[in-house]
Structures are given as structure tokens and as C-alpha cells.
Nanobody, 123 residues
């Protein structure tokens, strides 16, 4: 099993940047695919980015390509989401999630979730 804790959210102006962290506990962290999802008020939770257990082949939702970067440091059991050129539409609660298999864009495919961190982008 793995436990996940997100941090780094906050309030930022449009065009600004934030860096989110997802810290994990559990001996098998390095074997998990980790993804970020987000959920805006009244909307479904949607896929943002994913990174495989070895840090290769990250991939992104189209709406964040070129703006967000996902990375991981298995020695620190942490996954990061660097968010640049933020837009008001990026306002949401951001969650990290873990699964043992290949990355999936479907939230229901993930077994483990953090509690989320709020990101608010003002115009």
C-alpha cells in the first residue's frame, strides 16, 4: 500500500507558476505509476498528467501540454507537478493518485489517493 499527501497549492495570478508535491509513504512507492488529477467545483475529476515508475514517458492532458511538467524522485518518494502559465481555468483541487499498472486517464482505475490541494488562479 501507499499513502499520498499533496502540498504546494495556493493562490496565484494568471500567468504565474506553482509547484505541487505528492509525498508518498510505503516501501513500494517506486513501483507505482503516479498521476495528477483535478476537480473543479461541480465538475468531474479529470486526468492532468502521469508518470511511470521509472520516470520515463510522462504524458499529459492536452489542456496542460507545454505548461505543466510532471517528474518524480523515487529516492525522496515524491512526485512533482510544475505548473507554469497558469490560467483561471486551472482553478481546482489537485489530487495525486497511484496505481500498480500502466498509467490510465480514468480516475476509477486508481487505488490510492491523496487528500488534495487547492489551486486558485485569479484573473
Amino acid at each position: 500500500q501507499v499513502q499520498l499527501v499533496e502540498s504546494g497549492g495556493g493562490l496565484v495570478q494568471a500567468g504565474g507558476s506553482l509547484s505541487l508535491s505528492c509525498a508518498a509513504s510505503g516501501r513500494t512507492f517506486s513501483t507505482y505509476t503516479i498521476s495528477w488529477f483535478r476537480q473543479a467545483p461541480g465538475e468531474e475529476r479529470v486526468f492532468v498528467a502521469a508518470i511511470s515508475w521509472n520516470g520515463k514517458s510522462p504524458y499529459y492532458a492536452d489542456f496542460v501540454k507545454g505548461r505543466f511538467t510532471i517528474s518524480r524522485d523515487n529516492a525522496k518518494a515524491t512526485v512533482y507537478l510544475q505548473m507554469n502559465s497558469l490560467k483561471p481555468a486551472d482553478t481546482a483541487i489537485y489530487y495525486c493518485a497511484a496505481r500498480s499498472f500502466l498509467a490510465s486517464r480514468a480516475a476509477e482505475d486508481y487505488s490510492y489517493w491523496g487528500q488534495g490541494t487547492q489551486v486558485t488562479v485569479s484573473s
